[in-house]
């Protein structure tokens, strides 16, 4: 198999010469658009949508046919590994994501183990392999994992959480308990990305939402040491090109250069960080992903084009900076700003580079 | 008057030595204490217990009769500025405090006006003198406030928020809007501070909660160049003696040492920054406040006592740090581990500088 028509996105990744600056969107798939809500309503639950291969490529495709983005993103949850574990993903309505049978003993954590990407996590592979074929090689498909340390605040928090209290009592008061469930979650996430890489996945992502909430000396123990794990687990190549990495720890902007060190091709900034002063601090080790405040959407059309241009002066011209939100985009967003983004993004570039 | 006998924290803030590292921390009259429950209970609700000179006194000096603290912080909420301001605090019960009258309307955003700490905050000033008189000279007493931006997420929010999508989107659609408001609550921020200087605050800290969910360029703008204007308008001396100033904006460390150039004494950290590397950035332009995480409680004391050792090692010996948690103390908090915490800072403080 050949590179995609638009490779634009995996050779910003690798920090190649591209003719503009490609563009993405955490979460591009999402309850922003209402053809989105319409499948989500079909397949009756969010959970059902994410199980269901066919249902899963109908929404991974809605954003590309409204806008010129220059990557698709597997539809799915950050999740789905875990609940391969047994622990039982559910929804309850209007909160966000829980465990039926969180991690609360030791034998429980003992007893964990990796979850066959090919049983439990098939209906992942297979819907990889739809979005690929439906893209039919216009744009790149980006597959994704939680990382090792914010899947284990869930398994062991039960869900979301505001002090993390549960998690951060194990990692200080029992770290070899903590360690265990780390390492268990590092060899599921490298095998679990691995297999969507053989299924089709030509870039993948790793989220690391809740790193940020660790002290420096916690997030190297607790969550850095298993991300380089994972990174350095990771196929390197597929089809003859090679499949770029990108780590987003949230909150993560006081690490970055040691993030940058782990051996990963891209790391992702929220909105935080002047994306000027990041790309002077990495220099040419990685590419730098991001990073508009999901909230300027929210702004009027003109206010959202002339923060997009201050992102992409920020960067500046040259290679190795993929645009994105520094977080997922927001449910009230309204999707004309989108369209008015992706285009500024496009234009700005080019124009930078002419 | 004189200074406190106790006035190693006044000394550590203003960068002069001490015999060791000072520590308060940040909520210490709070729900983790039985005794603050139980007069919690008695005043009937949170605001009755802020609004009673006499209760605020009793709770603030709680945590000092258990512990060896070496300040007394005024007990107080930071939403005070805007309730005076007619907007109309309440509590629900089980969540976060909320607004009866959030700023909606351009005409009220126009007609917010300074309120006189003298009129509806009688009550904070009276709690000052009473606390101050209670503490006959033992140990400091601070004053507080919240920031411009922390005040004014609340004031258009309503409440607490998950995207601070309103406030955002009047920050960006209509920024002199957000800047009036900015620069009313400023005036009223230093004219509620020194008021409380007047009635006894021998020192005072402006928490900025919610700087840390803006882009580099939006917290300069919004948030930091109104903590400067506040900083400047502050007291410097009162009975003879500095009144130093402590800024702190949580999830602020990427901006450190804007922060630290603002004319402020000192520069408190959240706990996700290495206090080491904060204090070679900084240098010796101000002391530094922290920056212990708070859910190291949890953990056995054994490893309270390690983590505290941890902060010391890294700031080092030599002046300029206050020890405090990067956040305030949780209410799941076991009041012994804070024994501990404290007693580890003065005994390994003390043996740093031996």
Known sequence: MSRPKNDTFLRALLRQPTEYTPVWLMRQAGRYLPEYCETRKRAGSFLQLCKSPAMACEVTLQPLARYDLDAAILFSDILTVPDAMGLGLYFAEGEGPRFERPLRD????????????????????????????????????????????TLACYMVEGGASDDYRKIKTLAYARPELMHHILDVTARAVIAYLNAQIEAGAQAVMVFDSWGGVLSEAAYREFSLAYLEKVIAGLTRAREGQPVPSIVFTKGGGLWLESIAAIGCDAVGLDWTFDIGRARTLVGDRVALQGNLDPAILFAPPEVVAQEARRVLDAYGPGPGHVFNLGHGISQFTPPDHVAVLVDTVHAHSRSQRA
């Open 106 to 149: 030791e034998w429980e954590i003992r007893n964990l183990s990796v979850p066959d990407p090919h049983a439990e996590l098939q209906y992942v592979m297979d819907a990889v392999s739809e979005i690929r074929r439906a893209l039919d090689g216009s744009v790149p498909l980006i597959g994704f994992s939680g990382s090792p340390w």
